[in-house]
């Protein structure tokens, strides 16, 4: 039986065919793994695929998974989404509640990615396509155990869509019961001025992820959150005021102004510098302003110099 998805690969890649299907049968054994630390202690397990693997990788994205479905709810992973779009949409209410799942990427399994591409692809692809496109986008985690993983380039969009029958139940709920509700990757954001239905939010989720057919995700009560107007409430990392506005908060601000110092006087790393370019990118969505008095404090040209550094460096090494 002749591949559809084998043939479009050949076209687009200039492999044979048999070479294509030896790659995703090795791909989930491919993998670079290593480890990173936390912010908040611990570390982080980072697997990126190999060459190969996140070449055929990248033209699925590009040409079938971003056909698949994503809820409106979802925040992140998506053109125009962003961490002020998803702040922005809780910032009228009082009551808050903030949840995570716990393991988000390894907990969506091959058989997950199978059983949401044969809703969602068969009309296109046969079952032997759809399980290539599944085995590729996997890193073997153990035994025949296959899983989604940190640093591959499938496992945001593909996340996003997996849980498109969650985010519709969940959103269908917060409807009803007058709850906005969005979801910025494993973090789930609900707010509301109904004192009485925040508490209710956690129970609804734990019942509607009982529910689902696939895939099988858990919360980590640790990082179960309930908040009011009266605590500071933070969503993806911004500040929402008790004038409902958005700030970077204080100990942002400070650390930003102390980077662009140390900058100015040439102890910031190359690192250091680039996340000072990510921090300043952040702080001119979120609070204009305040970059606008960095620029009165430190000079216009001192702020644009780190912006361009990394676009500067790439384009020497054209």
Not at 290 to 301: D, Q
């Amino acid at each position: 039986m002749n591949s559809k998805l084998l043939t479009q690969i050949r076209a687009e890649l200039g492999l044979p065919v048999a070479q294509i299907e030896r790659l995703i049968e090795r791909a989930p054994y491919t993998y670079k793994v290593y480890t990173i630390p936390k912010r908040s202690g611990g570390d982080r397990t980072i697997a990126q695929p190999a060459r190969e693997t996140k070449l055929i990788q990248k033209w699925l994205i590009e040409h079938i998974f971003c056909t698949l479905p994503i809820h409106d709810a979802a925040a992140a992973y998506r053109p125009g989404a962003s961490i002020k779009k998803n702040a922005e949409r809780h910032a009228n209410s009082k009551y808050m509640v903030k949840l995570d799942f716990k393991e988000f990427f390894p907990s969506i399994k091959y058989q997950d990615l199978v059983n949401h591409f044969c809703v969602h692809l068969s009309d296109a692809y046969e079952d032997d396509d759809i399980k290539r496109m599944a085995l590729i986008s996997c890193l073997h985690i153990g035994g025949r155990d296959f899983a989604l993983s940190i640093g591959s380039p499938a496992s945001p969009c593909l996340s996003n869509s997996i849980v498109y029958e969650l985010d519709k139940k969940i959103k269908s709920w917060c409807k009803e019961n007058k709850v906005a509700y969005t979801r910025y990757a494993d973090d789930l954001t609900f707010s509301t001025n109904r004192p009485d239905i925040s508490s209710e939010v956690e129970k609804m989720v734990s019942l509607t992820l009982k529910e689902i057919e696939y895939p099988q995700l858990k919360l980590n009560k640790k990082k179960s959150i309930h908040l009011s107007k009266r605590h500071k409430r933070v969503v993806t990392g911004v500040i929402i005021n008790s004038e409902n506005n958005l700030s970077l908060g204080r100990d942002r601000k400070r650390e930003i102004s102390s980077l662009i110092h140390k900058y100015s006087i040439g102890l910031l790393s190359k690192g250091d510098t680039y996340r000072t370019q990510g921090l300043l990118g952040f702080a001119r969505d979120i609070e204009p302003d305040f970059v606008a008095r960095l620029n009165t404090k430190y000079g216009n040209k001192l702020l644009e110099e780190i912006f361009t550094l990394r676009k500067a460096e790439e384009e020497d090494d054209l």
